[in-house]
């Protein structure tokens, strides 16, 4: 599926080939969190990096890196230097993979059929989780990764996009 996404300004858009287009994920960790400005959590997709295009006239976007304790951070969170919207985030450990916000994304989404809360072990007491059927928790990463989740509920886009 092709996601067409953009920041907040109209100064950057972008497009993505994705084969695990459902939101479904939503992650606690401090770093979605706070460079989200979302409620709490971030949802990330997942495209191939190969087909990421990016339109950029302006050259406003800005990449953050995290630093912890431990170093920075290889991962490298795309964002408009002019509105501040996340867009995605591309990690040389996994070149392959893009993952892009859903919140950037402009190509409406299909309704996922399950909603996976992950890291809530960094989640801050004032966000609520959702409970109840078709809600699954977990403190750390759970043990399907995106690629995987999408095939074992039969939504995963394996077409040739060439």
């Not at 409620?39 to 997709?45: E, K, M, P, T």
């Not at 339109?55 to 002019?82: L, N, W």
């Not at 990690?91 to 993952?99: F, I, K, Q, T, Y």
């Not at 399950?114 to 007491?125: F, W």
Request: aromatic share 10%; charged share 25%; with cysteine.
């Amino acid at each position: 599926m092709k996601l067409s996404g953009s920041c907040h300004c109209g100064a950057i858009h972008f497009d993505v080939e994705s084969k695990t287009p459902y939101p479904y994920m939503r992650c606690y960790c401090s770093v979605c969190r706070k460079t989200t400005g979302a409620g709490g959590y971030a949802i990330n997709l997942m495209g191939e990096a190969e087909s990421l295009q990016i339109h950029d006239p302006h050259k406003v976007r800005k990449i953050y890196q995290a630093e912890f304790e431990t170093g920075v951070s290889p991962a490298e969170r795309s964002f408009c230097g002019r509105c501040g919207s996340h867009l995605w985030l591309w990690d040389p450990r996994w070149p392959a993979l893009v993952h892009p916000l859903a919140a950037a994304i402009d190509t409406p989404l299909p309704k996922p059929p399950e909603i996976v809360h992950i890291l809530l072990e960094s989640k801050p007491d004032w966000v609520d989780v959702a409970e109840g059927p078709n809600q699954a928790h977990f403190q750390e990463y759970p043990e399907l990764s995106i690629e995987d989740w999408h095939k074992r509920h039969g939504l995963y886009e394996n077409k040739d996009t060439s």
